[in-house]
């Protein structure tokens, strides 16, 4: 009996000792599923896939685009994300926003996305599911003085078939795409159709503060978005016709126009200096803090969800 109780004992302390050496690896090893999770793509797999093809056959479904172009836009976005341009006149700036946070989430799933779209006609991201219609696709690679969006036909096509797919109330009047309609409110974007886009194709959780024509409410506007800044991505849906003062305009409308993405924010004294993401390159900003609230309609504070919550 004595030998059994030791060889009882002996074997506890076995399993003790497992268990107390395992506990760690299991949570080492619960923190990197969780990392894991919230990783959806890399830029380097993305730039390891894209580099891999050296020439497109012409598509079946956008006569008026050029492979080689193509192949050329989609690379270049791959390796210089901050080159994604919604075009000089157009109304795809929400669309340009969205872009780069694809860009910044899932750039593998962007190329893929992309070459589907050009190969099959269809294609299905996230949660939503793109059937663009005849008009588009004989638009898209027709685009002209529109900057550097002419020259770039992955960018026509993709711009013009989230405007296709994507309404919101700006979109009620003109629902079916004619040409020049890149510059009408068929491709206009309001806040609550930004948000949703982001909400529909990228794992994120957005809160979202303001509206088309209500500035969010804020006691201290620089400290409200410093806090989010840092634990997320901030869009910010600002006017424009404000910012970018043209000498022969009399009447400044305050409306919202235009969507950035904020990449740095800090303030000494009086002054706020942004860095933000616009246009196909970052822009400094420095404003006082009631010009800034005056001009910012939206806050979307974008934050990762795990890919097994999605």
């Not at 990197?32 to 890399?42: A, G, K, P, Q, R």
């Not at 529109?146 to 003109?174: R, S, T």
């Not at 997320?232 to 016709?241: A, E, H, Q, S, W």
Request: aromatic letters at 12%; hydrophobic letters at 40%; one cysteine or more.
């Amino acid at each position: 009996m004595k030998k059994k109780g030791i060889l009882f004992q002996f074997v506890i302390s076995l399993l003790i000792l497992n268990f107390s050496v395992s506990c760690p690896v299991l949570a080492i090893n619960k923190i990197n599923l969780l990392h894991d999770s919230l990783v959806t793509s890399t830029n380097q797999e993305a730039i390891e896939f894209i580099d891999k093809i050296r020439e497109l056959k012409p598509s079946a479904y956008w006569p008026n685009i050029k492979p080689v172009f193509f192949l050329q836009n989609l690379k270049s976005n791959i390796h210089q994300p901050l080159s994604v341009y919604p075009g000089r006149g157009t109304n795809f700036c929400g669309y340009g926003a969205l872009t780069y946070l694809i860009l910044q989430d899932d750039p593998l799933g962007y190329v893929k996305l992309l070459l589907q779209l050009y190969n099959e006609g269809k294609a299905t991201f996230g949660k939503s599911t793109f059937k663009p219609s005849e008009p588009v696709r004989m638009a898209a690679g027709t685009l002209r003085f529109k900057g550097i969006l002419d020259v770039k036909p992955a960018e026509q096509m993709w711009y013009l078939c989230l405007a296709d797919h994507f309404k919101g109330y700006l979109n009620f009047f003109n629902r079916k795409y004619d040409p020049g309609d890149e510059d009408r409110f068929w491709a206009s974007v309001n806040y609550a159709k930004f948000n949703r886009m982001v909400r529909k194709l990228l794992r994120y959780n957005v809160d979202a503060r303001g509206a088309d024509l209500i500035r969010p409410h804020s006691s201290n506007i620089y400290e409200n978005i410093s806090a989010k800044l840092k634990t997320g991505i901030v869009v910010l849906y600002i006017n424009n016709r404000i910012l970018h003062k043209k000498k022969l305009e009399k009447i400044k409308l305050a409306i919202p126009t235009h969507f950035v993405i904020l990449r740095e924010i800090r303030k000494v004294d009086n002054t706020i200096t942004l860095v933000y993401w616009d246009y196909g390159g970052n822009t400094l900003l420095e404003v006082r803090p009631y010009f800034l609230k005056k001009i910012i309609f939206g806050i979307s504070h974008c934050t990762k969800t795990a890919v097994h919550e999605k």
